[in-house]
């Protein structure tokens, strides 16, 4: 645990001087770069916490993720762009809308669950297409950024740190709720639902409120990627990109504490160099994704041990 607090804080620190250091390099471009990882970090942990601690094999997070990002560019095309408003109300309305597809898709099991978060996910895809208000199919651009009190999120690195705040808390927060009574019972049902049943836990109620916390999560993702990009597309809801952030996972290491950081890190960073060499870059991730698969069955994260994956004796399975 020490190793690992300590790999932490150090990267922590790394992350809080790299803009600084891509300046003096002339390096700015970098700083997007890195802020849109984080982002997606912040995504890809919101799913492993269903996925790795609760067993929930889920292909439509990404509706979660993109109705985030919408509610920040409609509240902005109706006048309100105070961030204090409009991303809480974008987490908001992203668990509202896991509570409602949780309450029905976590009665299946299995290949049924698959499908009928997909088949929601791409419910809510349509749903945001038909809005032709809203740009429907070619998407909404946002005027500007959201405002926040004293930060001017058009400048590069005071988004940033924005970014990097609410990443770094939310990570907290993550490992908090896994360790907990809570996040032990979650993983319980993970490893052996019918005997926690038997124990007498409340199974549904505990994967219900894990679903509504990760797409709360995954909304308020949406939300911070809706003001790094300035422009939200219905893509943001497909099945490709619920099957994106599952990918990450997998690569980074399902059920490790930053397991879907990693991913996010490798995927991300590769998808950005290779693009530099081929536009077929898909094809060497996917060869990517077939040696983890096949070498390390834990994802990246676990290859480094825990003080870099984040398991312990008391949380992650072995």
């Known amino acids: 645990m020490r190793r690992s607090l300590i790999v932490t804080w150090v990267l922590l620190a790394a992350l809080a001087v790299f803009p600084w250091v891509a300046e003096a390099l002339d390096m700015d471009f970098y700083v997007s770069v890195v802020r849109r990882v984080l982002i997606y970090a912040l995504a890809a942990t919101s799913l492993n916490l269903i996925l790795g601690y609760g067993g929930m094999v889920a292909l439509g997070h990404a509706a979660f993720f993109g109705a985030g990002a919408y509610v920040v560019g409609i509240l902005e095309a109706s006048g309100v762009q105070a961030g204090l408003i409009s991303w809480p109300a974008a987490a908001g309305l992203a668990a509202v809308l896991a509570l409602l597809i949780g309450a029905v898709s976590l009665r299946t ?6 499908m ?23 998407g909404l651009n946002m005027a500007g950024y959201s405002t926040l009190p004293g930060i001017d999120l058009a400048n590069s690195n005071s988004f940033y740190y924005v970014v990097l705040v609410l990443f770094a808390l939310s990570m907290w927060a993550f490992g908090r709720l896994v360790n907990s009574r809570f996040g032990m019972a979650l993983q319980g049902i993970r490893e052996n639902e019918s005997r926690m049943e038997s124990l007498g836990y409340p199974v549904y109620r505990i994967k219900l409120v894990a679903f509504v916390i990760s797409g709360a999560f995954a909304g308020l993702a949406g939300a911070l990627l809706a003001n790094h990009n300035l422009f939200i597309s219905p893509s943001l809801m497909h099945w490709t990109q619920s099957a994106n ?3 990450m996972v997998l690569v980074g290491g399902i059920g490790l504490r930053y397991g879907g950081v990693v991913g996010a890190v490798v995927m991300l960073a590769l998808e950005e160099v290779l693009r530099m060499w081929t536009e077929y870059w898909h094809l060497p991730l996917g060869i990517l994704l077939l040696c983890v698969v096949f070498g390390a069955p834990r994802g990246i994260a676990g290859l480094f041990g825990p003080w870099v994956s984040g398991s312990s004796a008391r949380g992650e399975r072995p």
């Open 109 to 114: 099991r299995g290949v049924y669950f698959i």
């Open 245 to 247: 952030l599952l990918v």
């Open 116 to 138: 009928i978060t997909l088949a929601f996910a791409q419910m809510v895809f349509y749903v945001f297409i038909s809005l032709r208000q809203y740009g429907g199919e070619d």
